[in-house]
């Protein structure tokens, strides 16, 4: 999987080399030192890997614990409102949803996962 480093402004990896790890070393290498050039970049990782020392924050958490900083992370994101609204979309609807009752088709307004949370739905539905 390439990633776009190149429009990329904040990199943040959980448990990866991107450096040591992709198959593709040189161009990997290449693209992560332009990418450093333009972007802040931040490794989590117990290890302190080839990226980390090339990262501006290297976050030396305990292994097992990123599941955790992943929750926290999104925890704070969510409370404090600091997704991209106009991408993300500003759950001003939250309201009408309700854990373990449908979801009428007319208060779904989907923009931007081509179907795919419909179909998650509906196949979780299937499956439960």
């Known amino acids: ?3 776009d480093l190149t429009k990329s402004r904040y990199q943040l990896c959980f448990g990866t080399d991107p450096i040591a790890a992709n198959r593709q070393v040189s161009y ?3 693209e992560w030192g332009n990418m450093l050039d333009h972007a802040k970049v931040a490794i989590v990782d117990p290890r302190f890997s080839s990226s980390a020392q090339k990262a501006d924050e290297w976050l030396p958490i305990r ?5 955790a900083l992943a929750l926290a992370l999104a925890h704070v994101i969510l409370v404090e409102g600091l997704w991209h609204k ?6 001003a609807n939250g309201g009408r949803f309700v854990a373990g009752e449908s979801v009428a088709e007319e208060d779904f307004e989907e923009r931007y996962s081509h ?4 179909w998650w739905n509906i196949e979780l539905k299937d499956r439960t």
């Not at 106009?86 to 759950?91: E, R």
């Not at 179907?115 to 419909?118: C, E």
Request: net charge neutral; glycine share 14%; aromatic share 14%.
């Open 1 to 3: 999987r390439q990633y």
């Open 28 to 30: 990997a290498t290449r």
């Open 63 to 67: 292994p097992g614990t990123d599941s």
């Open 86 to 91: 106009p991408f993300v979309g500003d759950f």
């Open 115 to 118: 179907g795919l949370v419909q």
